[in-house]
C-alpha cells in the first residue's frame, strides 16, 4: 500500500493549518502597521512569510496539494523580485520532485498491473525513480527490445490524495489570493478537482500521447515520445534525455532560453491545430530541451534544437483548433476595433447579457495584455508581467474595475489557464520570441481571410 491514503488524517491536519498560519500573521502585519510600518511593506512582508509556508506544505506532500503547488508556480514570475526570489528554489523543485514511493509499493504495482513476471518485460528496471510527480513517479528503464523506457506507476490512493487535498484547499482559497496578484485561485482548484478522473486514467494518457507522437513523428522542432505499453496505473514511453526547461531557466543561454521560448509558443498554438488537442500542464518539469541531430550542441546549433513533451495526462479536446473568437479578438483589438471586438465578447459570453460596458475600456483593458501579438519580436520578462498583474490587481485601477465584470466561459477556463500559464514559463525563461509569427501560423482568425 502507498503511504498516501494511510496518511490522510495528517495531510489534512497539514493542510489545515495552513490558514491558521495565514490568520496569525495577519494578526502579526497589524501589529507592525500599530507599530509604524507603512501598509506596503507590511504586506510584501506576508505575501512572501505566507509563501514560504504554503509552498514548504505542498512540497512536502504529494496529491492535489503537489499539484497546485506545481499549477501556481509557473505564475512565479508575476510576483515582486524581494517576495519571488526567497522561494523560487521551492517551486523550481516542485516542477520535477517529490518525496519517492518506497521501492516495495513500486514493486506490488507493476507485479499487479503487468503480472507476475513483470520484471520479464524489462532487460533493466531501476528502482530508484528519475521524477515524481503529484499522482506518479518515473523510473528509468530497458524495454525487452532494447529501447530505452520511462516507466510511469501510479501511486496507489492517488485519487483519494488529489480530491482530499483539492477539496480541503479550496475551503481557504480566497486566503491565497493576495499570493499572484489578480488571479483568482478558486476556480484553478476547481478545475483541478473537475479533472482528477481523467488525469488518472492512463488509458486516456496513452491515448492521447499516441496521437501527439504520431503527428509530431517527423517535426523537426518537437519531439513527443511514443507510448510503448499502457495498463491501469502503469504507462511505459520511450525515453528522451535533454536539458530539463526548469534548468534553463535556472541557469540556460540567452539562446537556449530563446529557442525554448519560440518552441513552446510554437507547441502551444500548433498543437491543437494539428491534433485537436490542447496540452494543458505546461509547467517546465514536463518540458526538455534537446539538442538536435549532433550529439555536440554547439556545433549543431540552436537553431536545431528539439522541444521534447513530455506527459499528457491533462489535454483538452478541441476538434477545430483553438477556437476562432479568440484569433478574430486578438486581430480586432490591434486593429483598433472597440465596437466589432465588444460584441464577438458579448456573443461568446465573456460580456454577460445583464452587463454593459464601455467597448473602449474593454479595448483599452485588453492592448496591454496582448502586447506581445503586436510586435514583431517580444522578449518575456518578470517585469512586464509584474507590470500586468499590478494593473489588474489594484483595487484602485479601471483595469481591476472592468475585469470584475467580464465573464470567463467554461469552455475557454482550460485555453485561459494553459495561455497564462505558457506566458508565465516564457517570462521565467526571459525568452525573446517572435510570437507573433506563430499566430499568423497557427491561430484561425488572427490573419483576415482576404489575407490568408
Not at 500599530?34 to 506532500?61: D, Y
Not at 518525496?99 to 507476475?116: D, I, S
Not at 479578438?329 to 465573456?350: I, K, M, P, S
Request: hydrophobic letters at 40%; one cysteine or more.
Amino acid at each position: 500500500m502507498s503511504d498516501l491514503p494511510r496518511k490522510a488524517v495528517t495531510r489534512t491536519a497539514r493542510l489545515a493549518a495552513l490558514p491558521l498560519g495565514f490568520a496569525g500573521r495577519a494578526t502579526w502585519g497589524l501589529g507592525k502597521r500599530i507599530g509604524g510600518k507603512s501598509a506596503e511593506i507590511v504586506a510584501r512582508e506576508l505575501q512572501q512569510r505566507t509563501a514560504e509556508q504554503l509552498f514548504k506544505v505542498l512540497g512536502e506532500l504529494k496529491g492535489g496539494a503537489m499539484k497546485l503547488g506545481q499549477a501556481l508556480s509557473v505564475f512565479e514570475s508575476a510576483l515582486p523580485e524581494e517576495v519571488a526570489g526567497p522561494y523560487r528554489a521551492a517551486l523550481t523543485k516542485l516542477q520535477e520532485a517529490a518525496p519517492p514511493m518506497p521501492t516495495r509499493t513500486v514493486h506490488g504495482v507493476l507485479e499487479e498491473r503487468l503480472g507476475a513476471e513483470w520484471r520479464e518485460m524489462f532487460l533493466e528496471f531501476e528502482d530508484k525513480p528519475s521524477a515524481a510527480a503529484s499522482i506518479g513517479q518515473v523510473h528509468r528503464a530497458v524495454w525487452h527490445d532494447g529501447r530505452e523506457v520511462a516507466v510511469k506507476v501510479q501511486y496507489p490512493g492517488a485519487g483519494e490524495a488529489l480530491l482530499s487535498d483539492l477539496t480541503q484547499l479550496s475551503r481557504f482559497a480566497r486566503l491565497l489570493g493576495p499570493l499572484i496578484p489578480g488571479m483568482d485561485i478558486k476556480p484553478l482548484i476547481t478545475e483541478l478537482r473537475d479533472r482528477v478522473s481523467e488525469e488518472l486514467d492512463y488509458g486516456l494518457e496513452a491515448q492521447a500521447q499516441r496521437e501527439h507522437a504520431e503527428v509530431f513523428a517527423d517535426d523537426p522542432d518537437v519531439v513527443v515520445p511514443q507510448v510503448v505499453h499502457q495498463s491501469d496505473q502503469v504507462l511505459v514511453t520511450e525515453w528522451i534525455d535533454g536539458i530539463p526547461l526548469s534548468e534553463v531557466i535556472e541557469g540556460g543561454t540567452e539562446e537556449q532560453r530563446d529557442r525554448a521560448g519560440q518552441l513552446l509558443a510554437r507547441f502551444l498554438f500548433s498543437g491543437p491545430a494539428r491534433t485537436g488537442l490542447l496540452h494543458a500542464d505546461p509547467h517546465p518539469g514536463n518540458f526538455r530541451l534537446l539538442p538536435g541531430g549532433n550529439d555536440d550542441e554547439d556545433a549543431a546549433g540552436p537553431e536545431s534544437w528539439r522541444l521534447g513533451v513530455l506527459d499528457f495526462g491533462t489535454v483538452d479536446r478541441l476538434p477545430g483548433g483553438l477556437p476562432e473568437t479568440i484569433g478574430t479578438c486578438l486581430r480586432l483589438t490591434l486593429e483598433g476595433d472597440a465596437e466589432t471586438v465588444y460584441e464577438l465578447l458579448r456573443e461568446e459570453g465573456f460580456v454577460k447579457e445583464s452587463i454593459d460596458l464601455d467597448p473602449d475600456a474593454v479595448l483599452a483593458y485588453l492592448l496591454p495584455i496582448i502586447e506581445p501579438a503586436e510586435a514583431e519580436v517580444f522578449t518575456f520578462t518578470r517585469g512586464w508581467i509584474r507590470t500586468q498583474a499590478a494593473r489588474i490587481a489594484d483595487l484602485r485601477s479601471p483595469a481591476h474595475q472592468l475585469g470584475k465584470q467580464l465573464n470567463l466561459p467554461p469552455s475557454y477556463l482550460l485555453i485561459h489557464r494553459v495561455t497564462l500559464s505558457t506566458i508565465g514559463v516564457l517570462c521565467q525563461l526571459n525568452a525573446t520570441v517572435r510570437l507573433r509569427d506563430e499566430l499568423e501560423e497557427w491561430l484561425p482568425g488572427f490573419v483576415a481571410e482576404d489575407e490568408a
